[in-house]
């Protein structure tokens, strides 16, 4: 049978056989993964879809596996989550948390990615594999390496969070710290795997890695019952998975399994590290690289791989981008998880005080249906909340010391 993927260029639009590269010849623009749709349109149907167990593999038609692919593990399948009581506090009607905070097994939407990018890895037959990573990608790098048993060597800036490196070197990988930020890191990892034959997810296997995103989206679509939202809230660091939920939105439409809507996309991003809002907002051609500096450590891109795409996206669908700052990002965290029971990393602290802000300049409408997309674990970031909860007084374990203490709180809280 013949493949029903190949890859293309995004600005020429020139073809290439499958293969670990991710730019064009011609023309140096990013390479993509397309599809024959009216093949698959032949191979998969919606109630072949969901007869499947829920994980990203039931959607495995719309991704670029080798053939006879089997998946060793349930990836993905979060649960999208009404919102109880936030969407009522900021006003609206119909806001929904698409939670990749518990995504299956580290914890974040990269699952998903590292997912296609590792079937193809194989295919192409690395048996090294490793990334450029702001964190969360070097723990879903390492665990699903240590999984199949693949070599693992992942590159990362030295300041991350120490949560984030531990998560990687539990399973066994080799971690290189780079005296330098993400975009330092990213360029040595250009020339290691012009060098080495290594498969690095997000470099020389990017097409393959970044589709795996895409699953993301079919499930937002799939939960709302086959049916595309008004606005999705994401956030963006490569400016990669807010493109990739467009394109699963689209296919989806192409394919006929949901009517097709004009979907607003509205991206999130830290003010210390805003490029592509930036360029947003003061309606730029073209967005100016940053030196990031904010706590959203896996937001931090200055220079957008995928931000040009972002860019046009957000402009062409109607929707803006927006930032806030680390403290807003600090409130934003303790807001959702005091009112919806998500304890979201700082990434998710950024969209939803982005969706809020969005929500308070009327760019998001009441009675429109509206998700916010959740993409990493608050156990990962505890640094950056732990100073606002000091621990608690200790008592004795005696009745009346318990009553004191309620006394005291009682005092405390008429006072305040
Ligand atoms: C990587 C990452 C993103 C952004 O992904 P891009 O596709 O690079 O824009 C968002 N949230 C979290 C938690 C991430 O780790
Ligand atoms: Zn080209």
Redesign the pocket.
């Known amino acids: 049978m013949k493949e029903i993927y190949f890859l293309r260029c995004r600005e020429c639009g020139e073809k290439y056989p499958n293969q670990p590269q991710s730019y064009c010849e011609e023309c140096f623009a990013p390479l993509e993964v397309s599809y024959d749709y009216e093949a698959l349109r032949q191979t998969t149907s919606r109630e072949a879809v969901s007869r499947r167990a829920f994980n990203m593999w039931r959607y495995s038609e719309f991704l670029p596996l080798p053939q006879g692919f089997v998946p060793s593990q349930p990836i993905g399948g979060t649960p999208l989550v009404k919102s109880r009581n936030l969407g009522s506090r900021l006003g609206v009607k119909n806001l929904y948390f698409k939670n990749?905070a518990v995504c299956f097994p580290s914890l974040?939407?990269?699952d998903r990615?590292v997912a296609t990018a590792l079937a193809a890895a194989r295919r192409f037959g690395f048996e090294t594999i490793g990334c450029s990573s702001?964190?969360?990608?070097a723990n879903a790098v390492a665990a699903q390496g240590a999984q199949q048993g693949l070599d693992t060597c992942v590159f990362i800036p030295a300041d991350l969070e120490p949560a984030k490196i531990l998560n990687t070197a539990v399973y066994g990988a080799r971690i290189v710290r780079i005296n330098g930020n993400y975009d330092h890191v990213n360029r040595l990892c250009t020339q290691i795997a012009d060098k080495f034959r290594w498969g690095l997810v997000n470099v020389n296997l990017r097409p393959y890695y970044?589709e795996g995103?895409k699953t993301h989206g079919y499930e937002i679509a799939e939960q709302l019952g086959w049916e595309l939202p008004d606005n999705v809230v994401?956030?963006?660091?490569?400016?990669?998975?807010?493109g990739?939920i467009a394109k699963a939105f689209a296919e989806l439409a192409h394919l006929g399994w949901v009517e097709p809507k004009q979907v607003k996309f509205f991206g999130a991003q830290a003010t210390g590290c805003s490029p592509i809002a930036d360029a947003v907002k003061r309606e730029l051609p073209r967005f100016t690289p940053q030196k990031p500096n904010t706590i959203a450590r896996?937001?931090a891109?200055g220079n957008?791989?995928?931000g040009p795409f972002?860019l046009r996206l957000i402009r062409e669908s109607g929707g803006w981008s927006e930032d806030i700052s680390d403290p807003e990002i600090i409130d934003s965290i303790k807001l959702l998880a005091e009112t919806e029971g998500i304890f979201a990393?700082t990434?998710?602290g950024v969209?939803a005080g982005v969706a809020a802000k969005l929500i308070h300049q009327g760019r998001i409408g009441a009675d429109e249906t509206t998700v916010v997309?959740i993409?990493?674990n608050g156990l990962k970031t505890t640094d950056a909340i732990a100073a606002d909860f000091p621990a608690m007084d200790v008592i004795e374990p005696k009745l009346d010391a318990f009553e004191a203490l309620l006394r005291e709180q009682l005092k405390e809280t008429v006072n305040t």
């Open positions: 990749d974040s939407f990269k990615v702001t964190g969360n990608l970044a995103s994401v956030p963006m660091a490569g400016g990669s998975l807010i990739k896996s937001l891109i957008p791989a995928d972002a990393e990434a998710g969209t997309c993409t990493g």
